[in-house]
């Protein structure tokens, strides 16, 4: 079995692929606005010793698991331990609803790429949020009212399903090869969104704030807890993604200096993405007059509001830099999108046996209909409501969950034993005492402080029935999960 399995056509095939799958949406939105959100320069300082102490361990454990046991999640686990198997389902359940919203997002991104060309959304701050709320998505004031769909959004996740399918449709072979794209060209237009931004006037301003810290933060939890989280986000952690693409290397590939190398690559990104969205908003406070804190918009704003007034206020080239900035996050994000569509198909192949090339549109399609309600005029709450479970909550709770079966069940220092005996770099104790104490507790807290926010206060000013929705969901996906690991596979 192991011997048919397919494979990366090299090393660094499997590199660029995790390094493409770690670097979305999340490096260019989300890590700026919190790292802004929480303390500026004092936030990397837990953002550096979560990837120290749950982002590098955990990559580590992954790649092992996917390489030593040469299976997609549910298969990789059951091989860890029989009664796990159920846990790697749970990753690839999440990373499926994962995928429905991201796929919508890049919707969004793939209707703006189409309008910068004319710089359709408008000239002034008012006329840009409008297009964005209003025009493209139409929003209708609350989850409850769904109202009905947006067609150019659901144009656009057509789009994007399409292009998922033609990236995966010919194998990992040919994948490795469309990474060297998916992660060169957004390095490029970064560097260009960089030196743009850095000589833009005002841009100094922007880093001021980017880069000062505020070492009072350190002293929040929500602070450690944010760090925690970008962390898992950005490293695609926990959701069945470096388990599969681990999978298709060799037993006896290198894991500790690759983990190593892909979660700096990403890191890395991150840091330097934020002198271009900084940059550029230093200018955007000088333009309009007012402080930098005073031009962010939270969270998915940041991308779809505020760079697109700043596209609008550039001297020169306009729509070149509007269209520029669409095709990085289109870019960024596309193989991240495919990396979470991978593991649901290798998954379901490696169990049943069934073949890729039914089971890939399959999903493709199955993904596409359960995105549609994001189209509609409710959708954008909804893939706000949707990340928050998935990536607070089930996120969370597969790291733990994982940390527990491979740190006390199986046993962390045989898989270290394995690690050290195929690795360059050897990793020492100190490796156990993360993945059996640290991590888990981190998670663990994570998981119960969050979870009283909610009860307490329910997700962000939404009315609370969507918090037991969330809940509720997460509840169902389990089932699902463990009725999944009981029907008989048609694999060994
Ligand atoms: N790491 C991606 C980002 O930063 O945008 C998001 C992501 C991709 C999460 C793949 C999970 C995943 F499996």
Not at 13 to 29: D, E, P, Q, R, T
Not at 70 to 81: D, N, R, T
Not at 300 to 321: D, E, H, K, R
Not at 336 to 363: R, Y
Request: charged share 10%.
């Amino acid at each position: 079995m192991a011997n048919d399995r397919e494979r990366w056509g090299s090393r660094s095939s499997f590199i660029f692929a995790a390094v493409g799958a770690a670097i979305g949406l999340g490096n260019v939105w989300r890590f700026p606005y919190i790292t802004y959100q929480n303390g500026g320069g004092a936030f990397l300082i837990p953002y550096f010793i979560a990837l120290i102490t749950a982002g590098i361990p955990l990559m580590i454990l992954e790649y092992a698991v996917g390489q030593k046991t040469q299976g997609a999640p549910p298969v990789a686990l059951k091989k860890i331990w029989k009664k796990a198997e159920w846990i790697g389902w749970f990753a690839v359940v999440l990373v499926f609803i994962l995928a429905t919203y991201y796929a919508t997002i890049m919707s969004w991104a793939v209707n703006y790429f189409y309008h910068s060309f004319t710089l359709a959304w408008g000239r002034t701050g008012g006329e840009i949020n409008a297009f964005f709320n209003q025009a493209l998505l139409g929003k209708s004031g609350s989850p409850g009212i769904l109202g009905g769909i947006q067609w150019p959004v659901l144009v656009g996740l057509a789009i994007t399903w399409i292009l998922i399918y033609l990236a995966l449709f010919k194998g990992v072979k040919t994948l490795g090869k469309i990474v060297y794209f998916t992660v060169g060209i957004p390095w490029l237009i970064l560097i260009i969104m960089v030196v743009r931004g850095l000589t833009l006037p005002g841009a100094v301003e922007g880093l001021n704030f980017y880069l000062t810290p505020d070492f009072s933060v350190l002293l929040q939890p929500k602070v450690w807890l944010a760090a925690y989280g970008q962390i898992f986000f950005t490293l695609s952690l926990a959701m069945g993604t470096l388990i599969v693409y681990a999978s298709y290397m060799p037993e006896d590939s290198d894991i500790s200096a690759n983990a190593f190398m892909t979660s700096l690559a990403n890191c890395g990104t991150s840091f330097f993405a934020g002198f271009a969205v900084f940059s550029t908003l230093g200018y955007l406070a000088q333009s309009m007059g007012v402080s930098v804190p005073e031009v962010t918009t939270s969270g998915l704003g940041l991308a779809f509001v505020t760079y697109p007034t700043a596209i609008n206020l550039l001297p020169v080239a306009s729509q070149l830099f509007g269209a520029l900035f669409f095709l990085l996050l289109l870019t960024l994000g596309i193989d991240s999108a495919f990396s979470q569509v991978e593991p649901v198909v290798g998954s379901v192949v490696d169990k049943w046996g069934l073949n890729k090339k039914w089971v890939l549109p399959s999903i493709c399609i199955l993904g596409f209909l359960v995105g549609i309600p994001y189209t509609t005029r409710g959708g954008f709450y909804w893939v706000d409501i949707m990340d928050h479970f998935v990536c607070t909550y089930g996120l969370t709770l597969v790291g733990f969950l994982e940390c527990i079966v491979i740190g006390y069940i199986f046993g962390a220092s045989e898989i270290r034993g394995y690690i050290n005996s195929v690795s360059d770099v050897r990793i020492g104790p100190w490796w156990d005492v993360f993945i059996k104490v640290i991590t888990p507790i981190v998670l663990g807290v994570s998981f119960v402080m969050q979870f009283i926010k909610l009860v307490q206060k329910g997700y962000s000013g939404y009315p609370m029935w969507t918090a037991f929705t969330g809940i509720g969901l997460v509840i169902v996906l389990i089932i699902i999960s463990f009725v999944f690991s009981t029907r008989k596979g048609g694999n060994p």
